[in-house]
């Protein structure tokens, strides 16, 4: 997969050192952010982490999207990169680590300023924080099963999560793997009852209910995994454990200009507007009702319409 571009993507035509609007984050509601201020002939930085794309890149078929039947996550980013890549997006590769209250961006390789700043952080992978899962990651424990699941083929694999994300994972890798446990701490799954009727009927898929995965062991990659069911250990030999249990935000390193509800997610009075002027929220890292691609993109171009307007008003 090439979305992790790694390298930064600086648009020439911009000089100077001040931009219109820094967004922090590439995922849906970052990336549309950019489409909306860029078509407005705003100067912006794009400051990501990791990879662009966000949590959609975890997405094998995303079918809900209007006006799109079906496509897969990985496609999405791509294609709504390119567009934003087009129209001359200046993008760094850097995690935003801190926002002074006159909006410059610390990252760990220098310090930005701009006029506005769209916070798009998203929410991140939520981990089981057992002992050795930082170790096996890439080692047999992933957190995305469109990207590493092709390594797995043949193999025995188990999916932990009740959620949307986990029944789709343990539907793909029944295609891939040899074997699938799909394990969920209750007897009810969260996620859609198509995907799970889908599952009953996938003969490589077993659930393992009322369980939760308690301990990973093996030398030099993950051999087996301890699960606690119903007050006794399991043991299950696996060669791969697709972790699916919903995601988390990770926003406190802004807390000086933003406020967060108890869970760490970030606190508007209208979707836009953070505590600080000029200074936005989009996308997932938010309290919302719905956690969608479409409410992503939509909090984004609000975003950057509302931040191009208040602007504007201050140039009255
Ligand atoms: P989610 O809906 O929040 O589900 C997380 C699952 O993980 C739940 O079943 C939860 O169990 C379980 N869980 C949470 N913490 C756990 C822990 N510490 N140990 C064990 N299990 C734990 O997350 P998601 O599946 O990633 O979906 C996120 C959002 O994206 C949802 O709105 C979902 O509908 C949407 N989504 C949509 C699609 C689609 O439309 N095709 C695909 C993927 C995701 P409990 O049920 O017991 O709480």
């Given at each position: 997969m090439d979305v992790n571009l790694g390298k930064t993507i600086k648009n020439s035509s911009n000089g100077g050192n001040m931009y219109d609007i820094i967004i922090i984050g590439a995922g849906p509601a970052g990336l549309t952010s950019a489409l909306y201020a860029l078509r407005a002939k705003k100067k912006v930085l794009m400051l990501e982490a990791t990879a662009y794309g966000g949590q959609i890149l975890n997405a094998h078929r995303v079918e809900n999207y209007p006006g799109i039947e079906s496509i897969s996550g990985v496609e999405f980013a791509k294609t709504l990169f390119h567009q934003v890549e087009k129209l001359g997006v200046e993008i760094r590769f850097e995690p935003a680590l801190h926002i002074s209250e006159d909006k410059e961006v610390t990252t760990n390789k220098g310090t930005y300023k701009g006029r506005s700043i769209i916070i798009a952080t998203g929410a991140k992978n939520r981990k089981l924080?057992?002992?050795?899962e930082q170790d096996f990651i890439g080692k047999g424990v992933s957190y995305c099963a469109t990207c590493d699941g092709p390594l797995f083929k043949d193999k025995v694999v188990a999916v932990n999560g009740g959620g949307n994300s986990a029944l789709e994972d343990a539907i793909y890798l029944s295609q891939i793997a040899k074997k699938v446990y799909l394990i969920h701490?209750?007897?009810?799954?969260?996620?859609?009852e198509k995907y799970a009727k889908e599952l009953e009927e996938c003969e490589n898929v077993s659930f393992v209910m009322n369980a939760e995965v308690k301990a990973l062991y093996g030398s030099s990659k993950l051999e087996k995994i301890t699960v606690l069911k119903e007050g006794k250990e399991e043991e299950l030999e696996v060669d791969g454990l697709f972790i699916a249990i919903g995601q988390e935000p990770k926003n406190e390193m802004f807390s000086n200009v933003i406020d967060l509800d108890e869970k760490g997610y970030i606190l508007s009075p209208d979707g836009?507007?953070?505590?600080?002027?000029?200074i936005y929220v989009a996308g997932d890292n938010q309290v919302k009702l719905l956690r969608q691609l479409t409410t992503a993109v939509s909090d984004g171009s609000l975003a950057a319409t509302v931040a191009i307007r208040e602007m504007k008003n201050q140039e009255e």
């Open positions: 924080n057992l002992d050795r701490r209750r007897d009810r799954f969260r996620g859609e836009v507007h953070t505590k600080t002027p000029m």
